[in-house]
């Protein structure tokens, strides 16, 4: 499988950004994707996950009403809006994680070995 992220950059609080994940050899119709971040110093944070067949999302509670996952054929996407500095954080992608929700919250994203990309960086000053 191969991930590339793309679309991070730096902007001011309350800014957007969009991200996207180009998806290469991987079959994933009845998987699901997601993206986690991780700043430094700070543990891995799982931020979103779509399913596959059935489209259901779920997100992490400090990014819902701000943050929206979608998937497109071949690519991952997650928009994200009214950006706050507690944001910034390197972003990744990630294949068929293992994940906890409860409701409609994502509670834990563990990435699968070898099934995440390289990451792209979200600055927000």
């Known amino acids: 499988v191969q991930l590339v992220e793309s679309g991070g950059g730096s902007v001011q609080a309350g800014g957007s950004l969009r991200l996207s994940c180009a998806i290469s050899g991987y079959t994933y119709s009845s998987y699901c994707m997601g993206w986690f971040r991780q700043a430094p110093g700070k543990e891995r944070e799982g931020v979103a996950v779509?399913?596959?067949?059935?489209?259901n999302s779920y997100y992490r509670d400090s990014v819902k009403g701000r943050f929206t996952i979608s998937l497109d054929n071949t690519k991952l996407k997650l928009q994200m809006n009214d950006l706050k500095p507690e944001d910034t954080a390197m972003y990744y992608c990630a294949a068929n994680p293992d994940v906890v929700v409860a409701g409609t919250s994502l509670l834990g994203l563990t990435p699968r070995s070898g099934h995440w990309g390289q990451g792209t960086q979200v600055t927000v000053s």
């Open positions: 779509i399913y596959v067949d059935s489209g």
